[in-house]
Nanobody, 113 residues
Framework: VQLQESGPGLVKPSQTLSLTCTVS??????????WSWIRQSPGKGLEWMGA???????YYSPSQRGRTSISRDTSKNQFTLQLSSVTPEDTAVYYC??????WGQGTQVTVSS
């Protein structure tokens, strides 16, 4: 299984960040998988943001609930992250991952005017 993140590298403050994770070599509809978004801000550790599982049930970190939305497009074998009202503190490398240890390479997102 391979995962690849895509999205804008630069987002302005107060905008909504949207990232897509494309999954290959496996099906996003496999019931046993949870698909997550994780980020790492400069100088900080990894932060789990949320996940989507089978039946489109979603789970969010309490610190991100309210600003974060995760969805999936089974026809494209993709899942997406939307983070609203971004600030410079949302600058980070964003990763997508499954629950079997497969991670994308990460995509840098900078929030700046």
């Amino acid at each position: 299984v391979q995962l690849q993140e895509s999205g804008p590298g630069l987002v302005k403050p107060s905008q909504t960040l949207s990232l897509t994770c494309t999954v290959s070599g496996g099906s996003i509809t496999t019931n046993s998988h949870f698909w997550s978004w994780i980020r790492q801000s400069p100088g900080k550790g990894l932060e789990w943001m949320g996940a989507i599982g089978y039946s489109d049930r979603t789970y969010y970190s309490p610190s991100q609930r309210g600003r974060t939305s995760i969805s999936r497009d089974t026809s494209k074998n993709q899942f997406t992250l939307q983070l609203s009202s971004v600030t410079p503190e949302d600058t980070a490398v964003y990763y997508c991952a499954d629950d079997l240890g497969h991670w994308g390479q990460g995509t840098q997102v900078t929030v700046s005017s």
